[in-house]
């Protein structure tokens, strides 16, 4: 079958290498794709957000599988658009529609949820500028640190965590008077800190039947050692050493089945990933957030230790037949480090030749910010730029091959952090 993956990054691109594997794969499109993407399919250069160009380049091309990887396209409806036509509903899509969409495209829609379902997370109250006056006072009464979150997509800037009750209440103020993050910032919840170290848990379902992938973890922050400004991600590792049997079972009856049974009562027909953003604290779990796509980096250690045939994963989820798929996870250790632009997450530059990537052949390299130029030389496109994924007995091992092989590739003003994993080494 045709296959259509949508989104540009290195998440995609490791959808596209599974993908591109499956024997049901006969031809593979992503769009827009990347520079890594272009030597497993075909790139497409549409917009994602442009759903009747899509729907019709999916009839040109007699497409019978779309995966969609970011939150945008989804949030805007993609699902909604292509169920609405009588062709294009008949071809198998992996990503909820506008409504369960929610639960990543508004922080007090999956608060509610949450809260109505039973699932453990922050104590949380929402304010907008009808209330903004009873929102003052509650920052007034709260403990520290507040965290502040505006309600819609806010490009992963759209959380503050204030130490003092004085910056709290300016910062509400700015997200809802002066709009700080644009409309999505009109809602702002204000939630509890929570404390305790973060994972995230994958969830694919089909409606009804779901399965649990690997977890991960995410190394935020650009600096060494978690400090300085947060990123998309600078590097990831999988699976996680406390996110063990005991504890996954938490997650997954607390948390998972409630998840589940919830959208299902709702009356939503939720057919995608569900990424739960988690805080461990002390052994239990509570939501931090939940997104409505797979996570980036975390997607490129994640990926390569799924042994399934993954498009007939993706299948079986559009197909509400996910029962009929056993997972077989390698049981290695998966480790990756993003190389990034000098600058990132501020201002960098682009456009800079890449070299070497031939000589890291130990790992397996996913882009995310790269293309060709006129000249065809492969430069750098964005400020996340190639993630390095090794496999290895142990994070130590593998992280090993990450950075022998982080250092050989070069590209001006590379960095990237060398202490991915840190916290689980001796
Ligand atoms: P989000 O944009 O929801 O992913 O939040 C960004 C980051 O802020 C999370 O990955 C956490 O590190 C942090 N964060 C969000 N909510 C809380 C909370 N209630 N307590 C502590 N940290 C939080
Ligand atoms: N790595 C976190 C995210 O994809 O949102």
Redesign the pocket.
């Known amino acids: 079958m045709n296959i259509l993956i949508i989104g540009s990054g290195g998440?995609e691109h490791a959808f596209a290498m599974q993908i591109s594997k499956s024997k049901l794969c006969t031809e593979l499109f992503i769009l827009p794709g990347n520079a890594g993407t272009a030597s497993l399919g075909k790139n497409i250069p549409i917009d994602p957000t442009n759903f009747p160009i899509i729907g019709k380049f999916c009839l040109d091309n007699t497409i019978e599988l779309i995966v969609v990887g970011p939150e945008d396209p989804l949030v805007k409806g993609m699902r909604n658009f292509f169920m609405a036509d009588n062709q294009l509903k008949r071809i198998a899509f992996v990503g909820p529609d506008e409504t369960g969409a929610q639960m990543e495209g508004s922080k007090d829609w999956s608060k509610t949820f949450m809260q109505k379902y039973g699932i453990p997370t922050a104590a949380y109250k929402t304010f907008t500028k009808e209330n903004l006056k009873d929102g003052i006072s509650y920052l007034e009464n709260h403990s520290l640190p507040i965290v502040l979150k505006a309600d819609g997509l806010a490009a992963?800037k759209g959380v503050l965590i204030c130490e003092t009750k004085e910056q709290a209440i300016k910062e509400l103020q700015l997200m809802i008077q002066e709009q700080k993050f644009g409309s999505a910032s009109d809602k702002v919840v204000v939630e509890e800190f929570l404390k305790g170290i973060e994972l995230?848990v994958f969830v694919l379902t089909d409606g009804k039947n779901y399965l649990v992938l690997p977890s991960a973890k995410?190394y935020?922050r650009i600096g060494e050692g978690d400090t300085g400004l947060n990123t998309?991600?600078m590097g990831?590792i999988s699976p996680v050493p406390f996110a063990d049997e005991a504890f996954l079972n938490k997650v997954e009856e607390r948390i998972i089945k409630p998840t589940i049974a919830g959208l299902q009562a709702e009356g939503i027909n939720y057919i995608g990933f569900i990424?739960i953003?988690l805080m461990n604290d002390k052994g239990e779990p509570n939501v931090i957030e939940y997104?409505s796509?797979?996570?980036?980096?975390?997607t490129e250690v994640v990926l390569p230790r799924i042994k399934n045939d993954f498009a007939e994963m993706m299948l079986a989820a559009a197909t509400g037949k996910l029962n009929e798929i056993k997972l077989d996870i390698d049981p290695r250790t998966a480790t990756t480090i993003m190389l990034v632009s000098q600058g990132y997450p501020e201002a960098y530059e682009k456009g800079k030749k890449m070299e070497g990537l031939e000589l890291a052949s130990d790992s397996i390299l996913f882009h995310a910010g790269t293309k060709f130029n006129e000249q065809g030389d492969l430069v750098s496109n964005g400020g996340r730029v190639l993630a390095v994924t090794s496999l290895g007995n142990s994070i130590e091992e593998a992280l090993a091959i990450s950075k022998k092989n982080a250092a050989l590739i070069q590209f001006e003003n590379k960095y990237y952090r060398t202490d991915i994993g840190y916290e689980f080494m001796g």
């Open positions: 998440r992963g995230s995410d935020k998309g991600g990831a990424f953003g997104n796509r797979m996570g980036d980096p975390e």
